[in-house]
């Protein structure tokens, strides 16, 4: 008899900061197994900031979560039952998964895990985390020995990771983070050179005092008046990699910020390119084997932020725009 499951759905659009009341959790009997399906049972979710745009409507890189549908993201889990010919009961899996205790889904949509490494590094260091830093830093970013890099949330998932692939390559890295706690961490655990404190020091005053010779790539993950801080301090043909604006993610309003980055591209003859991480899909293979090697050295460190409990889901990705999570924000289903 296939079990029953808890479903976490998707019911009202938040308007400002997500709250729980957007989700909303129910129980139903699984679909019978057909032809190529499996079993999953989840045992870690991961959430990520562009669930938050997926809640609004408009056109964004993916589709808007439809109201009423049961919430999606990255997730790893063991097969309970496998009518997969590729796949067999016991296996780790990792893929898009509901927010849920179990699905039911085709074997084709996920990929089998590496048991040599652990499961979760298919969602950060191995995973969708690892690979925005690698080609984000490296392609867009276009990094190279020597260069004074700059990150905004650096603390975070993909921060941590651009920080630790800036410095095995030979540059200065100079991390940006909301607390005391954080930036000890930056220097700490990851290696950085230099760290600040945007919430309690002057970042235009500090970056003055680290960066004396100015900013080669600005690894922006933030956004808002961090950016409008860090641009002024960029070096001719210094690029900025434009990953992430998690401050502008629950605004209301489109914001206004000083009109200073178009001269500063111009005059510095910089250059600002947003990137998502798979538009370089065709080159996942090498890079994660890159870096998997990494890993494995020790050069790349993760810390996992875990809660538990499916039900505790929309309370996790809350934690990320309260600056709650230190290192990748996972759930873990008991
Ligand atoms: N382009 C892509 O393909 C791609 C792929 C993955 C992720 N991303 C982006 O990368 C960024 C980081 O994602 P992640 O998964 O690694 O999350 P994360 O950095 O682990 O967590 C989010 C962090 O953002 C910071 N933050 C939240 N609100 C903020 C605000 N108003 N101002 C400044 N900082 C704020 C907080 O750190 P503090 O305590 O330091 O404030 C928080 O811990 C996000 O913007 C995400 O959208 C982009």
Redesign the pocket.
């Known amino acids: 008899m296939e079990p029953a499951t808890r479903e976490i759905f998707f019911v009202k659009r938040p308007v400002g900061m997500v709250q729980e009341d957007s989700f909303r959790m129910e129980t139903r009997k699984l679909p019978t197994l057909g032809a190529g399906d499996i079993l999953v049972r989840i045992r870690y979710l991961s959430v990520?900031?562009?669930m938050r745009g997926r809640m609004n409507l408009g056109r964004s890189y993916a589709p808007p979560f439809d109201l009423g549908s049961v919430m999606v993201g990255g997730g790893v889990g063991t097969v309970e039952q496998s009518r997969d010919p590729n796949i067999n009961a016991g296996d780790w899996v990792v893929g898009q998964m509901p927010w849920a205790d179990y699905c039911v889904t085709s074997g084709a949509g996920v990929r089998v895990l590496d048991e040599s490494m652990p499961p979760t590094t298919a969602l950060h260091v191995l995973g969708?985390?690892g690979l925005?830093a690698y080609f984000?830093l490296l392609h867009v970013g276009q990094a190279k020995s020597g260069d004074v890099v700059v990150i905004?949330?650096?603390?975070?998932?993909?921060?941590s990771q651009v920080g630790q692939i800036a410095k095995i390559i030979g540059c200065k890295v100079i991390g940006?983070?909301?607390?005391d706690a954080?930036t000890q961490l930056l220097q700490d655990t990851y290696g950085f050179d230099g760290t600040i404190n945007?919430k309690t020091q002057d970042l235009r005053e500090q970056l003055a005092e680290i960066c004396p010779t100015g900013v080669d790539v600005y690894f922006d993950?933030?956004g808002?008046n961090?950016t409008d801080g860090v641009v002024n301090y960029l070096n001719d043909f210094a690029r900025i990699a434009i990953?992430?604006?998690?401050?502008l993610?629950n605004s209301v309003e489109p914001e206004l910020g000083p009109r200073t980055l178009m001269p500063l591209l111009l005059t510095r003859r910089a250059t600002a390119r947003?990137?998502?991480?798979?538009d370089f899909a065709p080159q996942f293979g090498d890079a994660l084997k890159q870096l998997q090697q990494w890993y494995q050295k020790g050069q790349l460190r993760m810390l996992e932020d875990v809660v538990e409990g499916l039900q505790n889901t929309p309370q996790a990705l809350i934690r990320?725009?309260?600056?709650?999570?230190v290192?990748?924000?996972l759930v873990r289903l008991p």
Do not use: H, W
């Open positions: 990520d900031p562009y969708m985390t925005t984000g905004s949330g650096a603390a975070g998932a993909v921060g940006i983070a909301g607390s954080k945007y993950n933030v808002g961090i990953c992430g604006q998690i401050s993610y947003g990137f998502i991480v798979g990320l725009f309260r600056g709650e999570n290192g990748k924000q």
